[in-house]
């Protein structure tokens, strides 16, 4: 008998629900095994792993959508395998294959199809791969084995009230450090930010901006996303920095604006005191596509963009597009879907 679940989809937040399989891999003796599918929701893992003591491991976060002929399909699952890679090199740890990556991710899709939403529901299948170390090890030194695992859970919008603008704070706090692992998808660079991203909500924001931790000039992040400004002779300009973490969604929303929407494309230095050069703003990530940023808080002056309660044209029309190319209802550049 079919398994029926009982899910509201449209009022579903950005939150855990355990599904029924979930992928994992070990590494041991230098190489990866198999892999298998298994419906413990549990690690089971030595109580000295580096993944524990030292911060030795990483994530990935990506999505599968439903179209609208009720098929399903993942969107550039090759970027976030290449992307884990990279950090695995950062931090050392063993590559998982790009190709296995791709097939872990659909294995888990496959296994759990029931809790793909419907399309036109405004929810979706997040994915959670991450490459973990473990066994018994006790100095500052690479694990002696390690996992790989995707699981995946059925989200709502990050944000409650879906694409409506929301400001921000500029933190005194840095995300990451010149040189330090920034650009990797680790573990550390999120707890680092809880306490500025808890003292901007304790004073109204959304999240804070973090500039460069170099100068404190010149924006980086915005909470856990990348930010992009439109410039009033609109442009599509985003900060470039070795300490930015390379979102997926972002780089996909450059080749959108470019391809699809015929704008200038620039990967540049954006200072945080010539906010004025934009008309809009937005943060951008796979768990929220586009949050559209109404204003910014910097010493204690609010800078508004296009506004505080309407989203702006250009933002929209990016939002709308790439949600499009995601659920199948604009033509995707090419090998930027997966099939499941």
């Not at 909500?201 to 992009?228: M, Q, R, W």
């Not at 949600?323 to 550049?333: E, K, N, W």
Request: overall charge negative.
């Amino acid at each position: 008998m079919e398994k029926i679940i009982d899910i509201e989809w449209s009022k579903l937040g950005f939150s855990y629900i355990k599904t029924d399989y979930r992928y994992i891999s070990y590494w041991k003796d230098g190489k990866w095994d198999e892999g298998t599918l298994t419906q413990d929701n549990r690690l089971h893992i030595s109580e000295a792993s580096t993944a524990l003591h030292y911060g030795q491991q990483c994530f990935e976060g990506l999505k599968a959508y439903r179209t609208k002929d009720g098929k399903v399909q993942l969107f550039r699952p090759d970027r976030n395998a290449a992307r884990m890679q990279d950090s695995c090199r950062r931090i050392m740890m063993p590559e998982f294959p790009i190709e296995r990556f791709v097939d872990a991710c659909k294995q888990v899709v496959k296994a759990n199809e029931i809790y793909v939403p419907p399309y036109g529901s405004g929810a979706t299948l997040y994915l959670r791969p991450f490459l973990i170390g473990v066994g018994d090890n006790l100095g500052v030194r690479p694990a002696p084995e390690f996992i790989f695992s995707v699981f995946c859970s059925p989200v709502g919008p990050y944000f409650k009230g879906g694409m409506k603008p929301v400001n921000f704070s500029v933190s005194d706090y840095d995300r990451a450090a010149p040189y330090g692992t920034g650009a990797a998808k680790v573990g550390g660079n999120y707890a680092g930010s809880l306490m500025p991203h808890e003292m901007a909500v304790k004073s109204g924001f959304a999240d804070c901006i973090y500039l460069d931790p170099a100068t404190h000039t010149k924006i980086e992040e915005v909470g856990a996303a990348n930010f992009f400004g439109i410039t009033k002779d609109n442009k599509f300009v985003t900060p470039k920095s070795p300490s930015i973490l390379p979102s997926i969604t972002k780089y996909s929303l450059m080749q959108v604006a470019k391809d699809y929407l015929g704008m200038e494309v620039e990967e540049r230095d954006v200072y945080i005191d010539k906010l004025d050069e934009f008309a809009e703003a937005g943060a951008c990530g796979t768990a929220a596509v586009i949050t559209p940023i109404g204003g910014i808080e910097y010493k204690g002056k609010l800078h508004v963009f296009y506004s505080e309660t309407e989203v702006g044209p250009v933002t929209k029309k990016l939002y709308e597009t790439l949600c499009g190319i995601q659920v199948g209802d604009i033509t995707a550049p090419e090998g930027w879907i997966a099939g499941v």
